[in-house]
């Protein structure tokens, strides 16, 4: 089976699918392993690297020939049209919501793809969630980001000129990349609070020593360990509860996300008017929507002298250690598919999935010429969700 690994197109991305580190292991389980040259260098691969771990580096496209197409974020439209065969199987982040002209190509490309950032949250899938290994690296880097705008200490300090109090921050979200930020906020000597809807991130909110946000809301535990989709009417009444705790901080870290979905609004424009200047918010759910009602991917805006943060491509920023970590989930995917899977000689295609297997069911978005996800469905299907 040929796994092939092209370099990531989208401007910023500067991560990598494989690391010369997991190339071995797929060698050994019988796989043929293909790199585009120069693919890892952005992130601290060379070439030279790949090929002595087992991979063959080659220039140009070398996804023409794979069974199987391994990237980081969802493979450019075009790219799909001129060199994907049906049957193909991609494995990437695809961010189904964000990236509707990409299912389409797949979908009429006759592509099996499988997002990893669809996975259940379950124990036997912890070493494929990438959601879950980016995360991290985009939790402790928005609260870097913040630390850095921020006009402000973060730590207490008491000195011979007057005592400057820590700054307040405020983490919206209590999942990975919450937890993380957390963390490293509280490293900083941030005062930290944080809300999440479900009722089970209260205690590993207070087990990092942050105060957790009690509002008087029902609980939203979703399947699969995410939060579930909220009405309009509970969304309204969270941001009216959550409004004086968004004014009373420095720093406003949001992290709300709901896989396949456009991420809910959290923090409106009247929100970032009523802080203080000199504050920062740092969304790292822009590419998906944002958190804030202001944000706006890839660009920082200054309203009424409120810093707001749009993060792109936040966990690319540290492309080392982010490359390494989803090399790891990704080659984990792949390793069940291709142990699971019905194979043969003759087989079309020539990786068949095992729908038997919650993971697989679970993160698969299309397969034979249709869309199995079915939000990402409703969304083509809708005249005004994206291309039909």
Same mark, same amino acid.
């Given at each position: 089976?040929?796994?092939?690994?092209?370099?990531?197109?989208?401007?910023? /991305?500067?991560?990598?699918?494989?690391?010369?580190?997991?190339?071995?292991? !797929?060698?050994?389980?019988?796989?043929?392993?293909?790199?585009?040259?120069?693919?890892? *260098?952005?992130?601290?691969?060379?070439?030279?690297?790949?090929?002595?771990?087992?991979?063959?580096?080659?220039?140009?496209?070398?996804?023409?020939?794979?069974?199987?197409?391994?990237?980081?974020?969802?493979?450019?439209?075009?790219?799909?049209?001129?060199?994907?065969?049906?049957?193909?199987?991609?494995?990437?982040?695809?961010?189904?919501?964000?990236?509707?002209?990409?299912?389409?190509? *797949?979908?009429? #490309?006759?592509? $099996?793809?499988?997002?990893?950032?669809?996975?259940? #949250?379950?124990?036997?899938?912890?070493?494929?969630?990438?959601?879950?290994?980016?995360?991290?690296?985009?939790?402790?880097?928005?609260?870097?980001?913040?630390?850095?705008?921020?006009?402000?200490?973060?730590?207490?300090?008491?000195?011979?000129?007057?005592?400057?109090?820590? +700054?307040?921050? *405020?983490?919206?979200?209590?999942?990975?990349?919450?937890?993380?930020?957390?963390?490293?906020?509280?490293?900083?000597?941030?005062?930290?609070?944080?809300?999440?809807?479900?009722?089970? +991130?209260?205690? /590993?909110?207070?087990?990092?020593?942050? @105060?957790?946000? /009690?509002?008087?809301?029902?609980?939203?535990?979703?399947?699969?360990?995410?939060?579930?989709?909220?009405?309009?009417?509970?969304?309204?009444?969270? @941001? /009216?509860?959550?409004? #004086? =705790?968004? +004014?009373?901080?420095?720093?406003?870290?949001?992290?709300?996300?709901?896989?396949?979905? $456009?991420?809910?609004?959290?923090?409106?424009?009247?929100?970032?008017?009523?802080? @203080?200047?000199?504050?920062?918010?740092?969304?790292?759910?822009?590419?998906?929507?944002?958190?804030?009602?202001?944000?706006?991917?890839?660009?920082?805006?200054?309203?009424?002298?409120?810093?707001?943060?749009?993060?792109?491509?936040?966990?690319?920023?540290?492309?080392? =250690?982010?490359? @390494?970590?989803?090399?790891?989930?990704?080659?984990? !995917?792949?390793?069940?598919?291709?142990?699971?899977?019905?194979?043969?000689?003759?087989?079309?295609?020539?990786?068949?999935?095992?729908?038997?297997?919650?993971?697989?069911?679970?993160?698969?978005? $299309?397969?034979?010429? +249709?869309? #199995?996800?079915?939000? $990402?469905?409703?969304?083509?299907?809708?005249?005004?969700?994206?291309?039909?």
């Amino acid at each position: 089976m040929q796994v092939a690994v092209p370099a990531e197109t989208r401007p910023g /991305e500067r991560r990598v699918a494989l690391v010369p580190d997991a190339v071995p292991r !797929l060698v050994q389980a019988g796989l043929v392993v293909t790199v585009e040259a120069g693919a890892g *260098l952005a992130a601290y691969a060379s070439d030279r690297a790949y090929a002595d771990a087992g991979a063959e580096v080659r220039r140009g496209p070398v996804i023409d020939d794979a069974d199987v197409v391994l990237s980081v974020r969802a493979l450019d439209p075009v790219q799909v049209a001129r060199h994907v065969r049906p049957g193909t199987v991609t494995i990437s982040l695809l961010q189904p919501a964000a990236e509707l002209d990409a299912i389409v190509a *797949l979908r009429d #490309r006759q592509a $099996t793809s499988f997002s990893l950032d669809l996975l259940p #949250r379950i124990s036997r899938a912890q070493s494929m969630d990438a959601l879950s290994s980016q995360a991290l690296v985009a939790g402790y880097r928005a609260v870097l980001i913040a630390a850095d705008r921020l006009p402000r200490f973060f730590p207490l300090a008491m000195t011979a000129a007057g005592t400057i109090p820590p +700054a307040v921050v *405020l983490v919206l979200g209590a999942g990975v990349a919450g937890l993380q930020a957390i963390a490293t906020a509280r490293r900083l000597g941030g005062v930290v609070e944080a809300y999440d809807v479900r009722a089970a +991130a209260a205690d /590993e909110v207070r087990s990092l020593g942050a @105060r957790f946000v /009690e509002l008087e809301l029902e609980t939203q535990e979703g399947s699969g360990g995410y939060a579930k989709v909220a009405s309009e009417e509970f969304l309204a009444r969270q @941001r /009216e509860l959550i409004g #004086r =705790h968004v +004014a009373a901080a420095d720093v406003v870290i949001t992290t709300a996300a709901v896989p396949g979905r $456009t991420a809910p609004v959290l923090v409106t424009r009247g929100m970032v008017e009523a802080m @203080r200047p000199g504050a920062v918010v740092v969304d790292l759910a822009a590419e998906t929507g944002g958190n804030c009602e202001l944000s706006v991917a890839g660009e920082e805006i200054m309203h009424g002298g409120v810093l707001v943060h749009g993060a792109r491509d936040i966990a690319s920023s540290m492309p080392d =250690h982010a490359s @390494r970590l989803y090399a790891r989930n990704v080659s984990e !995917l792949l390793l069940l598919l291709h142990g699971g899977a019905a194979h043969g000689a003759t087989a079309a295609p020539p990786l068949v999935p095992d729908f038997g297997d919650e993971v697989v069911a679970g993160c698969c978005v $299309t397969y034979g010429g +249709a869309v #199995r996800h079915e939000p $990402t469905a409703a969304l083509l299907a809708d005249p005004g969700g994206g291309p039909a």
